[in-house]
């Protein structure tokens, strides 16, 4: 430590990072709004779709990282190494996920596991009970609402 | 015109590489490998949840609170606060104020860690475990047949009086001594049978698949009250699905009453007591055990990833109370601190991806 440090002690002043003073706790009440946020997405679920809720609750996220990565680490005041350094570990971090997704998530076939099997039991089961439950309501209704599961 | 500007033994020093300490630029370039191993994770996660319909979602199914990692994500947030606010005190040479901040900041730790092995505990406790959960009916009755031949016991005594046999028999140890232990595990198996023959109707039930999980579960709840004395507690939010756990259960301790003999009853409540209290109701979670391996993989790594700070800010708060901090420590609390917020960002994402989506 003391080694890397005595070579470029100015090197920092340099790059302007001790120049800026971001307010932190003004950052800590951001970040705790937008928790507070997630936190109210996930409960008005029901209400308002679980895509929707994934949207939120990502874009919130997004908008944290961002935050924490701006201010805490200081990336907003530091030089243009941090595209050379960065940019390319983001691009090859997408390359396992791009690499899976053909294969795994956009599958053109329906699935024939043993997962699948007991889902679409499991289903055809809650199906049944809400069929049972509402028999009047069962007919137009067709199939039970995903939020009614368990 | 070289030589004009440059005069002999004044070139100008060369400057290489980029504009920040060593220490700091290898930091960098170690959280860019972080990047790409917790992206492959939280990649391999959505794409995998992507293709699975039926994904485990409900907090009452995948024992999810998301309360917890609310206060969590709170935690972390306040313990990126008091780093940073830590390397601000360091930069002004104010090293009292640097020590109280890093030992807020090791401090919120432990409470994160706290409120993670409560989370642990109760996936532990409802066997929300990688390779443990059942994705199919018929999964979940072979489990349960399986659960209650281990709770009982009956299988490792035989095989363990097997072995006193086989010794017997090939002549091997002390005659005696092996006489002595055949005995014994002739005396203990004579017992746990009578403790197998309680739940042995169940058991066929079960093999043969015809009975559903709700009644199975309302009979291994009878089972639990004839053993312990106690009635278990039904484990459910369905107003319906308790209706029929606990008209099964009765139905069975009505059948257990008659069936069983006051004396294998005294034996049931003196020595076997709450033999069946760990066997665990029988549950399908469809892809439980991909999400329990994500589950445990992600946040277990993260985990990980606290230990190791709190061991860097446990190093630096020790200089603290020994009145050893100064100068030379400023870039190892920068770089620590810039560790600290990236294990915060990690868990930002891992947040709404696991208790939330």
């Given amino acids: ?150 | 015109m070289t030589h004009g500007t440059h005069s002999a033994g004044h070139a100008p020093p060369l400057k290489m590489g980029v504009p920040i300490p060593n220490g700091k630029l290898g930091m960098w370039l170690f959280l860019g490998t972080e990047i790409m191993f917790f992206t492959a994770f939280i990649g391999t996660y959505i794409v995998l949840r992507w293709g699975s319909p039926g994904w485990p979602t409900d907090p009452n199914v995948t024992h999810i609170r998301v309360a917890l990692g609310a206060i969590n994500t709170f935690v972390l947030i306040c313990s990126s606060v008091s780093v940073v606010l830590a390397h601000e005190a360091m930069s002004l040479r104010n090293y009292q104020k640097a020590t109280k901040f890093l030992g807020l900041t090791l401090a919120l730790a432990c409470v994160f860690l706290g409120i993670k092995s409560i989370e642990y505990a109760g996936k532990f406790q409802h066997d929300i475990l990688p390779g443990h959960v059942a994705e199919s009916q018929e999964g979940a009755r072979d489990k349960l047949v399986r659960e209650l031949d281990k709770a009982s016991g009956g299988l490792a005594l035989r095989a363990e009086l097997e072995k006193v046999k086989s010794a017997l028999a090939l002549g091997q140890g002390k005659r005696n001594e092996l006489e002595g232990q055949q005995k014994a595990l002739t005396e203990k198996l004579a017992a746990v049978g009578r403790v197998e023959a309680a739940y042995a109707p169940l058991k066929e039930q079960l093999r043969a698949g015809n009975i559903s999980l709700l009644e199975s579960r309302g009979k291994l709840a009878a089972l639990k009250e004839l053993f312990s004395g106690r009635a278990p507690e039904v484990e459910t939010h369905d107003e319906r699905e308790k209706s029929v756990i606990e008209e099964a259960k009765t139905k069975e301790l009505a059948t257990l009453e008659q069936r069983i003999s006051a004396d294998d009853k005294k034996l049931f409540r003196d020595q076997y007591s709450g033999t069946f209290n760990g066997v665990h109701d029988p549950h399908v979670i469809v892809y439980g055990n991909t999400f329990a391996s994500i589950y445990f993989t992600m946040t277990g790594f993260h985990a990980i990833h606290v230990l190791v700070g709190m061991l860097m800010f446990g190093m630096l708060l020790y200089r603290g109370l020994t009145n050893t901090l100064g100068p030379d420590q400023e870039l190892f609390v920068e770089n620590a601190g810039l560790y600290w917020h990236f294990v915060d960002l990690v868990w930002i994402f891992l947040f709404p991806l696991l208790y939330i989506i």
Avoid at chain 1, 35 to 64: E, F, N
């Fill in chain 1, 1 to 150: 430590m003391t080694s890397s440090h005595a070579t470029p002690s100015t090197g920092s002043h340099e790059t302007g990072a001790h120049h800026a003073h971001p307010n932190y706790m003004a950052i800590f009440f951001i970040l705790c709004l937008l928790t507070v946020a997630s936190v109210i997405a996930d409960m008005a679920g029901g209400a308002i779709g679980k895509l929707l809720v994934g949207l939120i609750v990502l874009v919130v996220a997004s908008l944290k990282a961002m935050y924490v990565m701006m201010y805490f680490m200081h990336l907003k005041f530091e030089g243009a190494w941090k595209w050379v350094l960065l940019a390319p570990t983001v691009i090859l971090a997408l390359a396992v996920p791009a690499a899976l997704a053909p294969d795994i998530a956009f599958k053109y076939y329906d699935p024939q596991n043993p997962q699948q099997k007991a889902y679409r039991e499991q289903q055809a089961l809650e199906k049944a009970a809400h069929a049972e439950a509402h028999p009047a309501a069962a007919a137009p209704a067709g199939e039970a609402h995903p939020a009614e599961k368990h």
